[in-house]
């Protein structure tokens, strides 16, 4: 096995530097995601091109090669007082805006209708409140009818719409459905709205379904199976593929290859993005914080990653890549001013006004923007190298020199047994696990939430509103005679006087690696390297002390041998 990999990896690093004097295909769809732009503008945020004249945003990226904008739609973004959720405001009125200003400039725009008044992803897919109480067959209904809609206003207003996404990462639920054939009916309803609009209008649609977690490859055939049970008329896969989040490039070629061949669907990557730099620019935190690995954080980084993310994708079949927030730069350097922006123009992630709709996501405050350490301007609104790189990507070259900037891949772990049971708490059985609170309070729970689990959907989660102190543990037995190495994925935040420790007991020992978490997502992996083991077990075990209000969740620990 261990051969195998060392062979696939050779293969793949040839390909690469071979790649890089190889032509391009220039019919492949190069698109960005600005969702943003308009509160963004109407915030005061201003760009320039790459001789340093203020531009429009959309026509440095037209003049990049850029030939698509993707826009999310949501139904109704408003607290009904006329006070916008945030993220955009972006409802169908503004995405015509946009996608007409986006024609104008010869770009063609791929719509992306959450079917939600807010954001919708794995952890939420709350439907839109007009939709409140309805069965599945009136929702069906509705959705066919708002589509319909949204879809002819974009148009109408000279949008050149020719993809449609019908829900946004849907794999386990959408429009506050979570019965897997009733969401592909819900989509069935979508893409025949969309097919008779464009049939109406004598101009070719393409259909898409939007799928994330691609390492869970099985749900994915699932949700596939579903609506080609259903009859839905979709034509394309679009899928996530953030390297710090869904495994190395093998498992987006793994992934493209697969569905073009199982299901006979068009595949393209409908999200991805890299940080060129660790710096937050307007004093809201970042979803991605820290180092991932991987990949330089910095602008050629940025733009070695694009790259390798479109040769993957081309070389496995894919017909497009579009880049994630893009353009959501700061709208200055200060939370304490920016608040104002972000509450009046949906400039930042969320306004508080969207606490009432989404309670478990926002909290009563005006939040900015987590993602502006990967845009593809500068905190002051300059291009950035992956610019040039998309460019020469258009033009139907890998740009040199960029693959070697590349570090060493995320390859799958070898097939070294792992001793801990139900390492990652995916069975419902976890006697083999003793949690214990050194405090009266029990802040931890075993909670089934994808996008706090680091594989799977079930992590050890924890919060509390009163001071933490507690451990979580287990004893490995039946060990040869050897040296282990124990290892766990952490993420979680708001930490205040924490001291995070992993450790292993073996022979009387006790060793220890303390950590830090981050922000959500951000996983951190403790590792204790080098343990000899002579009495045939160990305990490994996380020990976790934090001031209340600190949260996150543990996952997928593991005990190897290493000699
Ligand atoms: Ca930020």
């Given at each position: 096995m261990r051969k195998f990999i060392c062979f696939v990896l050779a293969s793949l690093l040839a390909l690469s530097f071979a790649a890089a004097a190889e032509a391009f295909p220039t019919a492949f769809v190069l698109g960005v995601d600005v969702s943003e732009l308009i509160a963004q503008e109407n915030s005061g945020v201003t760009y320039c091109d790459a001789d340093g004249n203020a531009a429009?945003?959309?026509?440095?990226?037209?003049?990049?090669?850029?030939?698509?904008?993707?826009?999310?739609?949501?139904?109704?973004p408003t607290d009904g007082e006329g006070h916008g959720y945030g993220g955009g405001n972006i409802d169908a009125g503004v995405a015509a805006q946009l996608s007409a200003r986006a024609a104008a400039l010869g770009m063609k725009t791929l719509i992306d209708f959450h079917y939600s008044d807010f954001w919708a992803d794995p952890s939420r897919q709350l439907a839109p409140k007009a939709w409140a109480g309805m069965g599945p067959d009136e929702k069906a209904e509705a959705l066919y009818d708002y589509t319909r809609e949204a879809l002819g206003l974009i148009l109408d207003a000279g949008g050149d719409v020719d993809m449609v996404q019908v829900g946004n990462e849907i794999n386990y639920g959408m429009a506050g459905e979570d019965d897997t054939d009733i969401v592909a009916r819900l989509i069935a309803e979508g893409c025949r709205a969309v097919k008779e609009v464009a049939a109406g209008r004598g101009?070719?649609?393409?259909?898409?379904?939007?799928?994330?977690?691609?390492?869970?490859?099985?749900?994915?055939?699932?949700?596939?199976?579903?609506?080609?049970?259903?009859?839905?008329?979709?034509?394309?896969?679009?899928?996530?593929?953030?390297?710090?989040?869904?495994?190395?490039?093998?498992?987006?070629?793994?992934?493209?290859?697969?569905?073009?061949?199982?299901?006979?669907?068009?595949?393209?990557?409908?999200?991805?993005?890299w940080p060129f730099t660790l710096e937050d620019g307007d004093g809201a935190g970042n979803v991605i914080g820290t180092d991932p690995g991987?990949?330089?954080?910095?602008?050629?980084?940025?733009?070695?990653?694009?790259?390798?993310?479109?040769?993957?994708?081309?070389?496995?079949?894919?017909?497009?890549?579009?880049?994630?927030?893009?353009?959501?730069?700061?709208v200055g350097r200060s939370a304490r001013k920016n608040k104002a922006l972000w509450a009046q123009w949906g400039s930042g992630w969320a306004t508080r006004y969207a606490a009432a709709y989404d309670p478990d996501h926002v909290e009563d405050a005006d939040g900015g923007c987590a993602?502006?350490?990967?845009?593809?301007?500068?905190?002051?609104?300059?291009?950035?190298?992956?610019?040039?790189?998309?460019?020469?990507?258009?033009?139907?070259?890998?740009?040199?020199?960029?693959?070697?900037?590349?570090?060493?891949?995320?390859?799958?772990?070898?097939?070294?047994?792992?001793?801990?049971?139900?390492?990652?708490?995916?069975?419902?059985?976890?006697?083999?696990?003793?949690?214990?609170?050194?405090?009266?309070?029990?802040?931890?729970?075993?909670?089934?939430?994808?996008?706090?689990?680091?594989?799977?959907?079930?992590?050890?989660?924890?919060?509390?509103?009163a001071d933490m102190d507690f451990s979580i543990r287990q004893?490995?037995?039946?060990?040869?005679?050897?040296?282990?190495?124990?290892?766990?994925?952490?993420?979680?935040?708001?930490?205040?006087?924490?001291?995070?420790t992993l450790f292993v007991e073996a022979d009387g020992e006790t060793y220890e690696a303390d950590f830090m978490n981050t922000s959500w997502a951000d996983w951190q992996n403790p590792v204790l390297d080098a343990i000899?083991?002579?009495?045939?077990?160990?305990?490994?075990?996380?020990?976790?002390?934090?001031?209340?209000?600190?949260?996150?969740?543990?996952?997928?620990?593991?005990v190897t041998r290493v000699e």
């Amino acid at each position: 096995m261990r051969k195998f990999i060392c062979f696939v990896l050779a293969s793949l690093l040839a390909l690469s530097f071979a790649a890089a004097a190889e032509a391009f295909p220039t019919a492949f769809v190069l698109g960005v995601d600005v969702s943003e732009l308009i509160a963004q503008e109407n915030s005061g945020v201003t760009y320039c091109d790459a001789d340093g004249n203020a531009a429009d945003a959309l026509k440095v990226l037209a003049d990049s090669g850029v030939d698509h904008i993707r826009l999310r739609v949501w139904n109704d973004p408003t607290d009904g007082e006329g006070h916008g959720y945030g993220g955009g405001n972006i409802d169908a009125g503004v995405a015509a805006q946009l996608s007409a200003r986006a024609a104008a400039l010869g770009m063609k725009t791929l719509i992306d209708f959450h079917y939600s008044d807010f954001w919708a992803d794995p952890s939420r897919q709350l439907a839109p409140k007009a939709w409140a109480g309805m069965g599945p067959d009136e929702k069906a209904e509705a959705l066919y009818d708002y589509t319909r809609e949204a879809l002819g206003l974009i148009l109408d207003a000279g949008g050149d719409v020719d993809m449609v996404q019908v829900g946004n990462e849907i794999n386990y639920g959408m429009a506050g459905e979570d019965d897997t054939d009733i969401v592909a009916r819900l989509i069935a309803e979508g893409c025949r709205a969309v097919k008779e609009v464009a049939a109406g209008r004598g101009i070719e649609i393409t259909t898409c379904v939007h799928l994330t977690d691609i390492t869970r490859y099985s749900r994915i055939g699932e949700v596939l199976a579903a609506l080609q049970k259903a009859g839905t008329a979709c034509d394309a896969v679009g899928l996530s593929y953030y390297p710090y989040w869904h495994g190395g490039l093998e498992y987006l070629d793994s992934a493209v290859r697969s569905i073009v061949a199982d299901w006979g669907k068009a595949v393209f990557v409908a999200e991805t993005a890299w940080p060129f730099t660790l710096e937050d620019g307007d004093g809201a935190g970042n979803v991605i914080g820290t180092d991932p690995g991987l990949y330089p954080v910095s602008p050629e980084g940025q733009a070695a990653a694009l790259c390798d993310v479109c040769r993957t994708a081309a070389n496995a079949g894919a017909t497009g890549v579009f880049y994630w927030g893009g353009i959501w730069t700061p709208v200055g350097r200060s939370a304490r001013k920016n608040k104002a922006l972000w509450a009046q123009w949906g400039s930042g992630w969320a306004t508080r006004y969207a606490a009432a709709y989404d309670p478990d996501h926002v909290e009563d405050a005006d939040g900015g923007c987590a993602w502006d350490n990967q845009a593809m301007f500068d905190f002051k609104g300059r291009p950035l190298a992956i610019l040039d790189a998309v460019k020469q990507l258009s033009e139907g070259t890998l740009p040199e020199g960029l693959a070697a900037v590349t570090v060493e891949a995320d390859m799958p772990e070898d097939d070294a047994v792992n001793y801990v049971l139900n390492p990652g708490f995916e069975d419902g059985d976890r006697s083999m696990w003793v949690a214990e609170s050194g405090v009266d309070d029990i802040p931890f729970d075993y909670q089934d939430f994808v996008n706090d689990a680091h594989g799977g959907t079930v992590a050890f989660h924890y919060w509390s509103k009163a001071d933490m102190d507690f451990s979580i543990r287990q004893t490995v037995t039946g060990l040869e005679p050897g040296t282990y190495r124990a290892s766990a994925w952490s993420q979680g935040g708001d930490m205040k006087d924490a001291k995070l420790t992993l450790f292993v007991e073996a022979d009387g020992e006790t060793y220890e690696a303390d950590f830090m978490n981050t922000s959500w997502a951000d996983w951190q992996n403790p590792v204790l390297d080098a343990i000899p083991v002579t009495g045939g077990e160990l305990t490994i075990g996380i020990r976790i002390r934090c001031a209340a209000l600190g949260w996150g969740t543990l996952d997928d620990f593991s005990v190897t041998r290493v000699e």
